[in-house]
């Protein structure tokens, strides 16, 4: 009971972190170890795309303009937070050596952020619409494996501030091992009834085990490109991370079900 008690309060906080929409009544929100319920808020954000995409294609919406809204739902809901991680990571990584922090600090957008956006948001648009009829089963995907490249930052690389700052995920932090688990006893509970609940062939459960894989090189890959070239990883990275990762898997899984 502890221990639920536990992960409802951390998620809660997850809830008010990394969304923008209120608390919840009657539950105090603790951040301390909000990190680890990241990938499961990003299932329900994909979820959210998911549902957004299956209502507007009934009424005959054209793919394009369900998959701009899609876009557009996932930055509403995360106010976001990981698009300008994205745009101050691109402007440190393109500026000189010395002033990369700098760079990342300033709260303006360079040049070289505002590219970063436009190029993650084309790509994401075209992968979007190449999946077509399996954009909703892709969004939950790419979502969950973009938040876990940010565990997998937070368990492997140093905190660039922390001379300056501590950063409360390092604080807390016991262990990827240990900070993934909540997420996914709760993801793998979904999978476990949507499998009992539908008869799968051989083909489309390996199909299945494959996607929900395909995302771990890059969850993993990702922040170690990222903290090669920066020394290090920092909020606006964890960000950026997850933005790559998440459009990198929109692109892998948009080649593993819609080839032709």
């Known amino acids: 009971m502890l221990i639920f008690k536990s992960w409802l ?3 809660a906080g997850a809830w008010v972190f990394y969304t923008i929409f209120p608390q919840w ?8 170890r909000i990190a680890r319920f990241a990938p499961l808020i990003g299932v329900l954000i994909g979820f959210s795309q998911s549902s957004s995409w299956l209502l507007l294609r009934y009424f005959n919406w054209p793919n394009i303009s ?36 700098e760079a990342m600090k300033d709260s303006r957008v360079g040049a070289i952020g505002v590219q970063s956006l436009v190029i993650i948001l084309i ?13 909703p089963f892709a969004f939950p995907l790419a979502a969950f494996w973009g938040r876990i490249s940010q565990l997998f930052a937070i368990e492997n690389y140093e905190y ?25 006893v709760i993801i793998s509970i979904g999978i476990i009834l949507f499998l009992s609940l539908n008869s799968l062939s051989i083909y489309n459960t390996f199909l299945l085990t494959y996607c929900i894989l395909s995302g771990l090189i890059t969850s993993i890959s990702i922040p170690h490109l ?20 998440e459009t990198t898997n929109l692109l892998l899984l948009s080649i593993i079900l819609a080839p032709n």
């Not at 998959?67 to 990584?93: K, N, Q, R, V």
């Not at 790509?123 to 954009?135: C, D, V």
């Not at 070239?229 to 790559?244: E, Q, R």
Request: charged share 20%.
């Open 226 to 245: 990222i903290n090669k070239y920066l020394g290090g990883h920092s909020g606006d990275s964890y960000g950026a991370s997850l933005v790559i990762t």
């Open 160 to 184: 660039l501030f922390k001379k300056e700052s501590t950063s409360i995920h390092h604080e807390y932090w016991r262990g990827l091992s240990k900070e993934i688990r909540p997420s996914l």
């Open 66 to 101: 369900v998959a701009l809204i899609s876009i557009a739902i996932s930055i509403f809901i995360t106010g976001g937070l990981h698009i300008d991680g994205l745009m101050d990571t691109a402007d440190g990584m393109g500026a000189c050596p010395s002033k990369r922090i």
């Open 123 to 135: 790509l994401q648009i075209a992968a979007i619409i190449k999946l077509s009829f399996y954009a």
């Open 25 to 32: 009544p009657k539950i105090k929100p603790k951040f301390k």
């Open 9 to 11: 309060n951390d998620l």
